[in-house]
């Protein structure tokens, strides 16, 4: 039996728990978040479980499948998470085999459908019995709070101010909504707002930096945008370098220009196109001869419209095309 579930969902994480030891199985934990949230909740007495009822995943395999429970990370289809390595069959401890029961407990957070129904797809081909929520919709309820429980929760606190900072913005127009039905005034705001608070004023006083962060390496710092936008276009479209070996005082041609190219044509017509890259450039670059040393940033810039004119209107794609000149 697996089960999977948000870590931060403790409610749920001990009712499958007690349903484990109920019926005689041992307990082990996949997912780091899991693991941690689990340690943290037992040590402050929000978790109840025995010892002797939890074993380490390298235990699973000594135990008949009958009296394992496996809770773990990934009930949204995280590619990294527990859940998602034991559909593909990659995770190192534990191996879903024909026979075992997997329960999904949760909904799929708008844009994570195809991420979960692949997860669940890889279950099945593997022979396991999945239960989510098109299949038994009673095996989960959401963690979030309905309208009347929100209510509740603002007659119990009576705040100063809210400020719903989760959701999309639909959810922070309905909460402001309902705020405003029972006399507040709700401040929903946008990722990066500075709310200023102020016996006498509530206002957004500025903005912060804020968004998503790629991280790159050894995650030591985001990656910028110009380096996202290129590696885009590389992926895309590909690359073709021109190097050009030029006297450095006439700007005369030394030897034949090298057209390097990767993901930017297609095998069959490469010596076609390369053969006509080198001609155009040859044709422009003896258009200048007489006029002494060029101008090498114009020159560059000159080359590469030129290739990227002409591999657009051959082959309707844009690659990134670096000039590279060496001046002899």
Same mark, same amino acid.
Request: glycine share 8%; proline share 5%.
């Given at each position: 039996?697996?089960?999977?579930?948000?870590?931060?969902? *403790?409610?749920?994480?001990?009712?499958?728990?007690?349903?484990?030891?109920?019926?005689?199985?041992?307990?082990?934990?996949?997912?780091?978040?899991? %693991?941690?949230?689990?340690?943290?909740?037992?040590?402050? &007495?929000?978790?109840?479980?025995?010892?002797?009822?939890?074993?380490?995943?390298?235990?699973?395999?000594?135990?008949?499948?009958?009296?394992?429970?496996?809770?773990?990370?990934?009930?949204?289809?995280?590619?990294?998470?527990?859940?998602?390595?034991?559909?593909?069959?990659?995770? /190192?401890?534990?191996?879903? /085999?024909?026979?075992?029961?997997?329960?999904?407990?949760?909904?799929?957070?708008?844009?994570?459908?195809?991420?979960?129904?692949?997860?669940?797809?890889?279950?099945?081909?593997? &022979?396991?019995?999945? %239960?989510?929520?098109?299949?038994?919709?009673?095996?989960?309820?959401?963690?979030?709070?309905?309208?009347?429980?929100?209510?509740?929760?603002?007659?119990?606190?009576?705040?100063?101010?809210?400020?719903?900072?989760?959701?999309?913005?639909?959810?922070?127009?309905?909460?402001?909504?309902?705020?405003?039905?029972?006399?507040?005034?709700?401040?929903?705001?946008?990722?990066?707002?500075?709310?200023?608070?102020?016996?006498?004023?509530?206002?957004?006083?500025?903005?912060?930096?804020?968004?998503?962060?790629?991280?790159? &390496?050894?995650?030591?710092?985001?990656?910028?945008?110009?380096?996202?936008?290129?590696?885009?276009?590389?992926?895309?479209?590909?690359?073709?370098?021109?190097?050009?070996?030029?006297?450095?005082?006439?700007?005369?041609?030394?030897?034949?220009?090298?057209?390097?190219?990767?993901?930017?044509?297609?095998?069959?017509?490469?010596?076609?196109?390369?053969?006509?890259?080198?001609?155009? %450039?040859?044709?422009?670059?003896?258009?200048?001869? &007489?006029?002494?040393?060029?101008?090498?940033?114009?020159?560059?810039?000159?080359?590469?419209?030129?290739?990227?004119? *002409?591999?657009?209107?051959?082959?309707?794609?844009?690659?990134?095309?670096?000039?590279? %000149?060496?001046?002899?």
């Amino acid at each position: 039996m697996v089960v999977a579930s948000f870590a931060s969902n *403790l409610s749920r994480l001990q009712l499958a728990m007690d349903a484990a030891v109920r019926y005689g199985r041992k307990i082990a934990l996949a997912g780091r978040s899991m %693991i941690q949230n689990v340690d943290v909740a037992r040590e402050l &007495g929000y978790l109840h479980v025995e010892e002797d009822s939890l074993i380490g995943l390298e235990e699973v395999d000594n135990l008949p499948p009958e009296q394992v429970t496996v809770i773990c990370t990934g009930s949204q289809g995280e590619p990294l998470a527990a859940l998602s390595r034991m559909a593909m069959g990659d995770h /190192r401890q534990v191996r879903i /085999r024909e026979g075992d029961t997997v329960i999904v407990s949760s909904t799929p957070i708008p844009g994570n459908e195809d991420l979960v129904w692949r997860t669940i797809n890889h279950l099945y081909q593997r &022979g396991a019995t999945v %239960i989510h929520t098109q299949h038994s919709p009673g095996i989960h309820v959401s963690g979030h709070g309905n309208r009347e429980e929100l209510k509740m929760m603002v007659n119990l606190t009576r705040p100063r101010h809210i400020v719903p900072v989760h959701g999309e913005h639909r959810h922070l127009t309905l909460w402001r909504e309902l705020a405003g039905s029972m006399g507040y005034e709700a401040h929903p705001l946008e990722n990066g707002d500075i709310l200023s608070l102020s016996p006498d004023s509530t206002e957004v006083s500025g903005r912060v930096p804020s968004g998503v962060v790629i991280l790159d &390496g050894t995650g030591a710092s985001g990656l910028e945008d110009t380096v996202l936008r290129d590696r885009k276009q590389l992926a895309k479209d590909g690359i073709v370098v021109v190097i050009l070996s030029l006297n450095q005082d006439t700007g005369e041609l030394i030897s034949d220009p090298e057209v390097i190219s990767r993901g930017a044509m297609l095998e069959a017509e490469t010596e076609a196109l390369e053969a006509t890259v080198k001609e155009r %450039i040859v044709a422009y670059l003896n258009n200048l001869n &007489g006029n002494g040393a060029p101008d090498w940033d114009a020159l560059r810039v000159e080359v590469r419209q030129l290739v990227n004119r *002409l591999l657009r209107k051959q082959t309707g794609r844009r690659p990134m095309v670096v000039p590279v %000149i060496v001046e002899v």
